[in-house]
């Protein structure tokens, strides 16, 4: 079975929503409980599984800055059991931020199990790491403090944003009400779509080294 990684609704202070996005008008599904926040990294939303990847539209024709993803898949999809899959961002191009010093072109940020469950961050971490994979830089973790996240301090000129996530883990129906995201005003400069453009790589901190 496959999945369409769902879409994440903006919290109420996001900077960056449009009218086409996802509101959450409320973050009382927050309140008291566990929560990570992460780096939104600007790259493709991509899917592992033990034999197959996808970018969000599940039917992802070929393009040049998916073949490095695709290598990894092929070089780790036996280690993810048959059902799971990660979900993460591919990184290989550049969009509207350039990334350097980069640890990896894909940084996972969730894993699936074969009944449609998200791990926990604590499991998630534990699995990635078998497979020696890396997560996006985490900005936050405890107990939901609106007040803490708002004051998370970010460089606009270099990073997009931030994602919300339960610490514990949730069912892909309630994904929802258990990831948010904020993202930062005018994040898209260009008119012309990345895929419409020459690929230019980002770099890797060891090909800085």
């Known amino acids: ?20 996005d996802l509101h959450q ?17 600007d790259g493709e939303n991509t899917t592992l599984y033990a034999d ?10 070929f393009h040049p800055s998916r ?4 290598a990894l898949q092929g070089k780790i999809g036996y280690q993810i059991p048959q059902g799971w899959r990660i979900c993460g961002e591919n990184l290989f191009a550049r969009h509207a931020i350039e990334y350097t010093r980069l640890e990896s072109y894909f940084l996972a940020f969730s894993v ?8 926990s961050w604590q499991d998630t971490q534990l699995f990635l790491q078998q497979l020696g994979l890396t997560t996006p830089k ?17 460089d606009l000129q270099k990073q997009e944003g931030y ?8 069912a892909y129906d309630d994904f929802a009400q258990s990831v948010a995201k904020w993202v930062r005003a005018d994040h ?11 690929v230019v790589p980002n770099s890797l901190k060891s090909q800085e080294d």
């Open 163 to 170: 994602v919300v996530r339960l610490a514990d883990s949730f």
């Open 112 to 119: 699936w199990d074969n009944s449609n469950q998200c791990l």
């Open 67 to 70: 073949a490095w993803v695709k």
């Open 188 to 198: 898209v400069t260009s008119d012309t779509h990345w895929m419409h453009s020459a």
């Open 1 to 20: 079975m496959r999945y369409k990684y769902p879409r994440t609704p903006h919290l109420p202070w996001s900077l960056g929503a449009t009218s086409d």
């Open 138 to 154: 985490v900005l936050y973790s405890g107990i939901w403090c609106e007040k803490s996240i708002r004051d998370i301090k970010l």
């Open 52 to 61: 197959y990847l996808h970018a969000r539209s599940i039917d992802s024709r």
């Open 25 to 41: 008008g409320s973050v009382m599904q927050f309140a008291g409980k566990t929560v990570v926040v992460t780096e939104k990294m």
